[in-house]
């Protein structure tokens, strides 16, 4: 069973930089799709982008001129930054596994919350 | 941007069937799946391609698609089946989730 386990800080300033890892087991990331997801309190998902094994990503629009997805298979891990956040960034993240050819997130983090607050 | 509206709510007596519904502009011509998220967790997949089933799904889940609605469907609906429900499909190459529905089991 796959397994991904999202780390970071829990608390991130104004305009500074989110950073987020998510570890998979149990499977490979050179293959498959892997993506970040984010859910405000009390509110609804919103994808955040996708990674692909061969380094190509996708971004949600609203969020593409602050977003970088990267990955790095030595260690089994792909990882989130969002520049210039703010309170509305507030959100539990999570990582999970992409099946882009029927187009559902397989596996999903536990998640982890990050709040943005001076 | 592409939406996908859900009822705020729906409410079900146990045994009985809830419908979820899941409204988006020519929806049926794109898959649709669905995920069920109990409190403090995350979601859970329970159905894709608009109808298929992943293992481990009871049978009891079961999903449609056409024209500009998705639809959920529990039937026989068990306590533990009380959770929020969120639709996703894709509008070229971002996954849109829906509004979410909170089902109630009465």
């Known amino acids: 069973q796959v397994q991904l386990q999202e780390s970071g800080p829990g608390l991130v300033k104004p305009s500074e930089t989110l950073s987020l890892t998510c570890t998979v087991s149990d499977d490979s990331i050179s293959s498959y799709y892997w993506s970040w997801i984010r859910q405000p309190p009390g509110k609804g998902l919103e994808l955040i982008g996708y990674i692909h094994y061969s380094g190509s990503t996708n971004y949600n629009p609203s969020l593409k001129s602050r977003v970088a997805i990267s990955m790095d298979t030595s260690k089994n891990q792909f990882s989130l930054k969002l520049s210039s956040v703010t309170a509305a960034d507030t959100a539990v993240y999570y990582c999970a596994k992409l099946i882009r050819s029927s187009g559902y997130f397989d596996y999903w983090g536990q998640g982890t919350l990050v709040t943005v607050s001076s | 941007s592409y939406e996908l509206t859900q009822p705020p709510s729906v409410s079900v007596s146990p045994g009985q069937t809830a419908s979820i519904t899941c409204s988006g502009d020519k929806l049926g011509d794109k898959y649709a799946c669905w995920y069920q998220q109990k409190p403090g967790q995350s979601p859970v997949v329970v159905m894709y391609?608009?109808?298929r089933r992943p293992s481990g799904i009871p049978e009891r889940f079961s999903g449609s698609n056409s024209g500009n609605t998705a639809t959920l469907t529990i039937s026989g609906t068990q306590a533990m089946d009380e959770a929020a429900y969120y639709c996703?499909?894709?509008?070229?190459?971002?996954?849109?989730f829906g509004t979410g529905t909170k089902v109630t089991v009465l």
């Open positions: 391609e608009d109808s």
């Open positions: 996703q499909a894709w509008d070229s190459s971002t996954a849109v």
